[in-house]
């Protein structure tokens, strides 16, 4: 009887084990916080980025203290967020589904629905280049409330440029409700890449036109997370 229960609080704590590893990012690009080692930072944008305090912390999706804070500019059709990386050094991973990219969102103003893209990319290539040149591939999810966190799980949209190294990539670009002239304010936070087995499941959305324009070679500025900085094009 010993040697059943011992067998069975094992099997109980490898169960534990799995589950706490399930939900452990294997990276986190963006979270914002002081004190924390971000894998992206902050690059530029086509609107209007900054990090600011959470307007929700008493959501259990997403209390964190500091998030970050995107205004989508309405006259703008491919509206965007791009932050440098060094750490995916093997893009396959995410094209191939063995890493999924998740991010917390929330929005007051956007129409549930609303499309969101991540884009990896090469910019010493992007900086000059039209779509598709330099877009290594891009992942996207649509959100499905108002008012209240959620995290968003990002599904394989394409592959625009096979010809960029899986480990050339040095940028993440975030595009909001890409293809339309729209506003709206969105929150976002806790970047991070899962283990594919880990995250849901959720049918991507239909796909917005891909972009027939070049992203600006803009003036790089430095933000550090406890500091309330804004920058436009």
């Known amino acids: 009887m ?4 011992s067998f069975n609080l094992l099997l109980a704590g490898l169960s534990a084990l799995s589950s706490a590893s399930a939900v452990a990012p294997a990276l986190t690009f963006l979270s914002f916080e002081d004190g924390n080692s971000d894998q992206a930072a902050f690059d530029r944008a ?7 305090g959470n307007p929700l912390t008493n959501d259990s999706v997403n209390p964190s203290s500091l998030v970050g804070r995107y205004i989508r500019h309405p006259a703008i059709l491919w509206d965007w967020s791009l932050f440098s990386t060094a750490a995916i050094n093997d893009a396959s991973l995410y094209l191939d589904g063995d890493l999924a990219f998740q991010m917390d969102v929330l929005t007051y103003d956007a129409e549930i629905g609303t499309q969101i893209d991540i884009t990896i990319e090469d910019t010493t290539i992007t900086a000059t280049e039209c779509f598709p040149l330099g877009r290594h591939s891009r992942y996207t999810a649509v959100t499905s409330v108002q008012g209240a966190w959620e995290t968003l799980t990002f599904s ?9 190294a899986n480990d050339a990539v040095s940028a993440i670009l975030i595009s909001y409700a890409p293809g339309q002239y729209v506003s709206g304010t969105f929150y976002i936070d806790n970047l991070v890449a899962v283990a594919a087995t880990t995250a849901p499941t959720t049918p991507p959305p239909i796909a917005a036109p891909s972009p027939p324009v070049v992203t600006p070679l803009l003036p790089r500025r430095t933000q550090h997370p406890s500091q309330h900085h804004s920058w436009q094009k």
């Open 46 to 52: 086509a609107g209007s980025f900054i990090y600011e």
């Open 156 to 164: 394989k949209l394409d592959q625009p440029d096979a010809g960029v």
């Open 2 to 5: 010993m040697m059943i229960n």
